[in-house]
C-alpha cells in the first residue's frame, strides 16, 4: 500500500515539475527573444553595407522601391520581419518615378551630386516637377553646370523660400515649401526604420510579460 502511495506520490510530483518546467521554459523563451534580439545598430549597418555595395552608389544618392524591397529581405534573413512593409514602401518613389530615372541618367548623376549636398532639396526638386511645363524646364537644368543651385537655393535662402510660398498659390504648386513625407536617401530610410524597429521590440517585450 505505502509503495502504491510512494509511487502515486513521485508520478504526481514528476507531472507537476514537467508542467511547470514547460512554462518557465516558454517564458524563458520570450525573455531570450527580447534580450537577444540585435541592437538596431547591427541592422543600420546591413542596410548601408547593402546599398554600399550597389555599383555606381554615392552618399546621398535617390533610392528606389525595388532597393527597398531588397533591403526588407536583407533584414529578414538578418533575424528582423518588418511588420510596416507596405506603409514604407509607399513613402518611397517606384523606379518608373520620372524624378528617378532623370536622376539617374549620366547628367543627372552629376547633378544629383550637388543636389544631395542639402537633402530637402530633393523635396523641392519633386514638388517642381509637378508644375506646368517644368519638366521641359528642369532637362535644362540637367545640362546646365550649377542647375541644383536653383533647388538648394529653395530651402537655403529667405529669397528661395518667399519663392516658393509664391508657387503654392499656384494649384499645382501646393505646400511647395513643405516636406513631400517621402524618403529619398538611405539616411533617411534608416531613420525611417528605427522607427519600425523601436516599436517591433515594444511588442516582443509586450509578449514576453503575457501569461
Not at 22 to 43: E, H, I, L
Not at 54 to 65: A, C, E, F, H, P
Not at 81 to 97: F, G, M, R, S, Y
Not at 175 to 183: E, M, R, V, Y
Request: with cysteine; glycine share 8%; net charge positive.
Amino acid at each position: 500500500m505505502c509503495r502504491v502511495v510512494l509511487r502515486t506520490l513521485v508520478v504526481t510530483l514528476l507531472a507537476y515539475f514537467c508542467v511547470g518546467l514547460g512554462t518557465t521554459t516558454a517564458a524563458d523563451r520570450k525573455a531570450d527573444a527580447v534580450k537577444n534580439f540585435p541592437k538596431y545598430s547591427v541592422f543600420s549597418k546591413g542596410i548601408e553595407k547593402y546599398f554600399g555595395q550597389k555599383r555606381g552608389y554615392r552618399d546621398g544618392d535617390i533610392i528606389s522601391q525595388s532597393e527597398v524591397r531588397e533591403v526588407f529581405r536583407k533584414l529578414k534573413s538578418m533575424g528582423w520581419v518588418v511588420t510596416d512593409q507596405k506603409e514604407i514602401l509607399a513613402q518611397v518613389l517606384p523606379d518608373n518615378d520620372y524624378m528617378v530615372r532623370q536622376l539617374r541618367t549620366k547628367k543627372g548623376r552629376v547633378f544629383m551630386a550637388d543636389l544631395s549636398k542639402t537633402p530637402a532639396a530633393y523635396d523641392r526638386l519633386e514638388r517642381f516637377l509637378r508644375l506646368p511645363l517644368s519638366k521641359r524646364e528642369f532637362r535644362g537644368l540637367l545640362n546646365g553646370p550649377d542647375g541644383y543651385k536653383m533647388f538648394s537655393y529653395m530651402v537655403t535662402s529667405r529669397g528661395g523660400k518667399a519663392l516658393g510660398r509664391q508657387l503654392s498659390n499656384i494649384k499645382q504648386g501646393r505646400n511647395f515649401n513643405k516636406p513631400t513625407g517621402h524618403l529619398y536617401t538611405v539616411d533617411q530610410l534608416v531613420k525611417r526604420l528605427s522607427e519600425s524597429y523601436a516599436n517591433y521590440v515594444v511588442g516582443l517585450k509586450t509578449a514576453a510579460t503575457k501569461k
